[in-house]
């Protein structure tokens, strides 16, 4: 069974930079598809950015630029750099896992509880 615990939410004002993780627990992070995703209230949840181990990394538009999915496979640890942030990037981060390549599409079987972020303006 995998988990997925995230950690390293918080506030931060607009500009700002924040680092979201995730730790993989009960399989090996780098044969799995990883990839986080973001609901805001009252909205769907939205895919943020994610990669697979066929090499490919894909990011939304809304954060190509300012968002780095990265992974330490040696602490099976996945990451989420933010830099440049909105106040309409605030959402709950979630990061997700599974053995089939999903990408961006929120049909990951494995889910953490997700962080909050918040940008104030």
């Known amino acids: 069974q995998v988990q997925l615990v995230e950690s390293g939410g918080g506030s931060v004002q607009s500009g700002g930079s924040q680092r979201v993780s995730c730790a993989v627990f009960?399989?090996?992070?780098?044969?799995?598809?990883m990839g986080w995703f973001r609901q805001a209230p009252g909205k769907e949840r939205e895919g943020v950015a994610a990669f697979c181990n066929d090499g490919i990394t894909v990011y939304a538009d809304s954060v190509k630029g300012r968002f780095t999915i990265s992974q330490d496979n040696a602490k099976n640890t996945l990451y989420l750099q933010m830099n440049s942030l909105k106040p309409e990037d605030t959402a709950m981060y979630y990061c997700?896992?599974?053995?089939?390549?999903?990408?961006?599409?929120?049909?990951?079987?494995?889910w953490g509880q997700g962080t909050q972020v918040t940008v104030s303006s």
């Open positions: 009960g399989y090996s992070s780098s044969t799995l598809c």
């Open positions: 997700a896992a599974d053995y089939r390549r999903w990408y961006l599409l929120p049909k990951y079987k494995y």
